[in-house]
């Protein structure tokens, strides 16, 4: 069974600072990965996902994410923060040919401080 | 793009009520999801419908119906509201054989549900 893990509750950042919200997996076969983001009193939208190809994957609002296999790792960053990127932020992961019910980390709120 | 709709924002109900909640989608995606989201605890599924009249229970589907009719509606049912059950409602859709192949859920706005 696949698992995911999002390391911290909660990311604090100054803005204009480094964002780096972590997700590790576990899965028998690598995944497909995504980045969603919430913000307050909405649904999540889709920040970005990685299928294949290319490891470094750009997202939109600057946000991009690097699939190592090796750590089974898909870390979420963003050089520079901004006061709206302050949201909650969740890393899914599917399985290949498998079912098509993602597992959720329990996310990440991202504060950003003035 | 693709439009989840939820039929409610917020909803106020009381114990022991039957509760409807609504989603639409417009984009002919076979899979619907109902998730409950309630802080620290992330997204749970509630349940699943991979076509119309099929479903199947997710990690959380105690007190909890659901209903699919048409392919674009999926309905949760609360079946005797519970104070417990009190927590924002999210409903997603994807689509799914080839197609679906890395797809991604396409969220609702959510209905946040009160029972007093």
């Known amino acids: 069974a696949q698992s995911v893990t999002q390391l911290g509750s909660h990311v604090s950042v100054s803005e204009g600072a480094l964002v780096l919200l972590r997700c590790n997996y576990s899965s028998s076969v690598p995944p497909y990965l995504f980045w969603y983001v919430q913000y307050p009193n909405q649904g999540l939208q889709l920040l970005l996902k990685y299928t294949t190809g290319a490891t470094l994957v750009k997202g939109i609002n600057g946000f991009e994410a690097e699939f190592k296999k090796s750590e089974t790792s898909f870390h979420l960053t963003k050089p520079s923060a901004h006061m709206s990127d302050a949201a909650e932020y969740f890393c899914a992961v599917s399985e290949r040919g498998g079912s098509y019910i993602p597992t959720f980390g329990r996310g990440t709120s991202l504060i950003v401080h003035p | 793009d693709v439009k989840v709709t939820q039929s409610s924002r917020y909803l106020v109900k009381r114990t022991g009520e039957k509760v409807f909640l609504e989603c639409v989608q417009d984009m002919d995606h076979e899979n619907m999801f109902w998730y409950r989201q309630d802080p620290g605890l992330g997204l749970r599924l509630i349940y699943f419908?991979?076509?119309?009249?099929?479903?199947e229970k997710g990690d959380i589907p105690e007190g909890y119906s659901v209903s699919r009719e048409k392919k674009e509606r999926f309905s949760l049912i609360l079946e005797s509201a519970s104070t417990n059950q009190t927590s924002m409602y999210l409903c997603a859709s994807s689509f799914s054989g080839g197609r679906g192949i890395g797809q991604p859920q396409h969220f609702g706005d959510g209905t946040r549900l009160s029972i007093l």
């Open positions: 419908s991979y076509d119309v009249k099929m479903k």
